[in-house]
């Protein structure tokens, strides 16, 4: 398994398949690409319910969001993708919770989960703010039996609450 590189992703995202949409040159790093947040996100309400949000918002401390990547991604089936949030972020406060492995042959939004590590100090939730990258991997072989055939969130549009109970049956 090898780390695509800069060309890589460029010429995969400017190709017919376009890795990442909508692509743009200043976001590419050496090994990874950076990635903005959407519109919208999921907070907890006092009942422990869901609701949906518009940004901008401030995320208290200790408090969980959902919210998910402005690109739509197509991780074609020979590779894999993690995403990792920026180290600006993590060193303001902002943690995203073990949730950023992409399979090979997901395509659409990434949903984030977004936690304010902070004790005291509340931090801005800004449409359009660079919050994460993702990073591709080659994997040694393309996969039997892809995503986009069994996965649970594929073509997701936005940000998107979780379709499998806890004993991981489908909602």
């Not at 090898?2 to 200043?26: A, G, H, M, R, Y």
């Not at 690109?71 to 060193?91: C, H, T």
């Not at 073990?98 to 509340?122: H, M, Q, W």
């Amino acid at each position: 398994m090898s780390t695509i590189v800069d060309s890589q992703i460029e010429s995969l995202s400017l190709s017919e398949k376009k890795l990442i949409l909508p692509f743009d040159f200043s976001q590419v790093n050496p090994a990874s690409y950076d990635v903005r947040l959407d519109k919208e996100i999921y907070i907890e309400s006092t009942a422990g319910e869901r609701i949906k949000k518009e940004l901008p918002y401030i995320m208290d401390p200790g408090e969980f969001v959902l919210g998910c990547t402005q690109e739509w991604l197509n991780i074609p089936d020979y590779m894999e993708a993690v995403f990792q949030l920026k180290s600006s972020r993590g060193r303001e406060g902002y943690e995203h919770v073990l949730a950023g492995y992409i399979d090979p042959g997901f395509s659409g939004k990434v949903t984030l989960e977004l936690l304010n590590v902070n004790r005291y100090r509340s931090l801005p939730l800004v449409a359009g703010m660079l919050i994460g990258q993702i990073r591709f991997m080659k994997t040694d072989q393309p996969c039997r039996v892809s995503y986009a055939e069994k996965g649970h969130y594929q073509n997701d549009t936005g940000v998107t609450l979780s379709k499998v109970n806890i004993f991981g049956v489908s909602n």
